[in-house]
């Protein structure tokens, strides 16, 4: 468990996108043991469900900072088929490739706007927004590839160090982007005996006909 607790550490002091990629393909290969099984990550999971509980299985998904195809698998796993894997590290979509859930790998980064037309009813971003992670920039590059009322779920950090992704919501919801975030209460992602902090899902929706409710 330390050694998983460890790389989370080492992830979060990246100082740059390319800097980030380089240690996530370094992690791939044992990423899923040390986050799964060493350390009973329940995330993917638990925003895979959230998103069934609004949609159905029918729909186009973006899973962006796919990573290994944690929320693939999980989404997957609800009846969902048609995902499309986006990440930074190479390394990381080889082994989200190799669990033959996505129709899509593809190997970008989020802070740039993306290779998509608005093509997407849904976009899931699971443990990408957080410390040293994906800037807070790209959560607008996520909402152009919706289509209209295309639904936007995030996981946040529910601490003081989410605060820039609170403020570029709001100001996504201000100039009309997107629609008011809904907050999720927290929970935790380890198991218990980690000392982990809590994550939240936040959802919102790219603005269309009728739009500014979260429900289906
Ligand atoms: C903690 S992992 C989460 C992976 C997966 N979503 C999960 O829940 O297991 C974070 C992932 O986000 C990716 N990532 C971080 N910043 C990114 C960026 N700017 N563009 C694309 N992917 C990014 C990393 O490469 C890594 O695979």
């Not at 791939?28 to 799964?36: G, P």
């Not at 186009?60 to 930074?88: H, K, M, Q």
């Not at 129709?103 to 971003?125: K, R, S, T, Y």
């Not at 009309?176 to 209460?185: D, G, L």
């Amino acid at each position: 468990m330390n050694e998983a607790l460890a790389r989370i550490e080492w992830v979060y002091a990246a100082d740059s996108a390319e800097d980030l990629r380089d240690r996530y393909d370094v992690w791939a290969e044992v990423y899923d043991r040390h986050v799964q099984e060493a350390l009973g990550y329940t995330g993917a999971q638990r925003a895979a469900a959230e998103l069934a509980r609004l949609l159905p299985a029918s729909v186009r998904v973006l899973d962006a900072g796919a990573g290994t195809g944690l929320v693939g698998a999980a989404l997957n796993a609800l009846g969902f088929s048609r995902i499309c894997a986006v990440d930074l590290s190479p390394r990381m979509i080889g082994q989200a490739r190799a669990k033959a859930v996505y129709d899509g790998h593809v190997v970008a980064d989020i802070g740039h706007p993306l290779p998509f037309d608005p093509e997407f009813d849904a976009v899931i971003a699971c443990g990408v927004f957080t410390i040293g992670h994906a800037p807070a920039r790209a959560i607008g590059n996520l909402l152009d590839v919706l289509r209209p009322d295309g639904l936007l779920c995030l996981t946040l950090r529910a601490d003081s160090t989410a605060v820039r992704f609170h403020e570029e919501l709001s100001r996504l919801e201000t100039l009309k982007r997107a629609t008011r975030p809904e907050f999720f209460p927290p929970f935790r992602c380890f198991s218990e005996d980690t000392g982990s902090t809590s994550l939240q899902i936040v959802l919102c929706r790219r603005p269309g006909s009728g739009a500014g409710d979260i429900g289906p």
